[in-house]
């Protein structure tokens, strides 16, 4: 199983950036994704999970500005991030349950004020 993040860059505050999570050594369309962060110094956290059937949730300080999404066809998770803050800051991964958990190399966002 091999999860490829990427997207990551440096921003400014209130700019944008699409992280891709390409999956491979499963079947996709059954498998529930995840994004986590780990900011420096702190331990990862979650960010956003889509389950097989399209439904998303997120974490309270992401809602309204990082919508997740998934292209089935092209085995790709996606974490679309708006209005990024400062706080946003960090090592970006994905992981998929199916059913275990697998994990991903992240990729990191660093956002400026």
């Known amino acids: 199983v091999q999860l490829q993040a990427s997207g990551g860059g440096s921003v400014q505050a209130g700019e944008s950036l699409r992280l891709s999570c390409a999956a491979s050594?499963?079947?996709?369309?059954?498998?529930?994704m995840y994004w986590y962060r780990q900011a420096p110094g702190k331990q990862r956290e979650w960010v956003a999970t889509?389950?097989?059937?399209?439904?998303?949730n997120y974490e309270d300080s992401v809602k309204g500005r990082f919508t997740v999404s998934r292209d089935n066809a092209k085995n790709t998770v996606y974490l679309q991030m708006n209005s990024l803050k400062p706080e946003d800051t960090g090592v970006y991964y994905c992981?998929?349950?199916?059913?275990?958990?697998?994990w991903g190399q992240g990729t990191l966002v660093t956002v400026s004020s």
């Open positions: 889509i389950s097989s059937t399209g439904t998303s």
């Open positions: 992981s998929a349950r199916y059913p275990q958990i697998y």
């Open positions: 050594g499963i079947i996709f369309s059954i498998a529930t």
